[in-house]
């Protein structure tokens, strides 16, 4: 008899830093779902924001992996093995990868406002089921999107998504919860040297990546 699939759930990001609000919602989301397990792909950078500002790799996987203690969460850099760049390649490459895997992918409100600037992003709908997270001030922007207009049609509850013994894409599942008003910008701003911090506690040592085992050392940090 062939065992069910892991169901995971996929959240991606710069992690600049991690922080409770990200657990939070990855928390909600699975329970939501009814996921297995959450994976935080820590971005080694992403096309539509700005490089200034951002802390290394290592210290972006480091506060992850603190964010993440105790929990059903696996934050992994695995972009940076992949050399993806573009979501739509990172799907397809973990599909391939994880064929034991069924994957959906998170993401914020604020990303569907936008979804429609991303590469091939018709693609990634039709990859994988998609979750999509309440965050405070975007949801206006995001249900008057050009993406939202697309995907509407495809819409499901999350106790059908439940239910179902298989994913299907394209499929949108809107989830609310209590707002969390946490961001990474506003860690940044109230401690500026954290990333520094956190890599001054754990040295020069190079961080083990939870998923891929590869490890992640101060000369590759992007």
């Known amino acids: 008899m062939r065992s069910r699939p892991v169901l995971t759930g996929l959240l991606g990001g710069s992690f ?3 922080h409770g609000g990200h657990r939070r919602i990855s928390l909600f989301a699975i329970d939501a779902l009814g996921l297995d397990e959450l994976w935080w792909l820590v971005s080694p950078g ?3 924001k700005p490089e200034a500002g951002m802390a290394p790799l290592r210290a972006r996987l480091l506060s992850a992996r603190l964010q993440a203690r105790l929990a059903p969460i696996v934050p992994t850099a695995i972009e940076a093995q992949l050399g993806t760049r573009y979501t739509v390649d990172t799907l397809r490459m973990l599909q391939r990868r994880y064929p034991g895997r069924r994957f959906v992918w998170l993401m914020g409100a604020d990303n569907l406002a936008e979804f429609h600037r991303w590469k091939d992003w018709r693609r ?4 994988m089921p998609i979750a999509v997270i309440a965050r405070p001030g975007y949801d206006a922007d995001a249900v008057a999107s050009p993406a ?3 995907l509407r049609r495809y819409r499901v509850s999350a106790a059908s998504f439940r239910k179902r013994g298989q994913w299907s894409a394209p499929a949108l599942v809107l989830l609310r919860f209590d707002p969390d008003h946490r961001s990474a910008t506003a860690l940044r701003r109230a401690h500026a040297g954290w990333a520094e911090d956190i890599l001054g506690q754990d040295g020069n040592a190079p961080v083990r990546d939870r998923l ?3 490890k992640i050392r101060s000369g590759e940090d992007a």
């Open 212 to 214: 891929t085992f590869r």
């Open 16 to 18: 600049n830093p991690a």
């Open 124 to 127: 990634i709908a039709r990859t």
């Open 148 to 150: 939202m207009a697309w």
């Open 46 to 48: 992403n096309p539509l």
